[in-house]
């Protein structure tokens, strides 16, 4: 059975941090790109980050480049998403996500997806 299980959100002031952490089982977690995904109240799914299998490619939007870092422990089977610097604006639901093949932004071809956890961004 896949699972993917995000946890590490909360409350935090802006400026702050947090580190989002998704734990991955029922497949083959090193042979997939990762992702990072968030819905903002009211709005849509935003692809935030990803990384390749190996961890070696990653990939941000311009929203959250130079604050966010994604990486990724295959001995763990864990994602990872550190978040510094955070601002009201990164309030959102975030999922981790999973696609076997190849590399897109396009959230409605990934495969698996965790339920989400909540980051509040707020004084």
């Known amino acids: 059975q896949v699972q993917l299980v995000e946890s590490g959100g909360g409350l935090v002031q802006p400026g702050g941090s947090l580190r989002l952490s998704c734990a991955a089982s029922g497949f083959s977690f090193s042979n997939y790109w990762m992702y990072w995904v968030r819905q903002a109240p009211g709005k849509g799914l935003e692809w935030v980050s990803d990384t390749s299998t190996t961890g070696g490619l990653r990939y941000y939007a311009d929203s959250v480049k130079d604050r966010f870092t994604i990486s990724r422990d295959n001995a763990k089977n864990t994602l990872y998403l550190q978040m510094n610097s955070l601002k009201p604006e990164d309030t959102a639901l975030y999922y981790c996500?999973?696609?076997?093949?190849?590399?897109?932004?396009?959230?409605?071809?990934?495969?698996?997806w965790g339920q989400g956890t909540q980051v509040t961004v707020s004084s």
């Open positions: 996500a999973s696609r076997r093949t190849g590399r897109t932004r396009i959230v409605g071809q990934y495969e698996y």
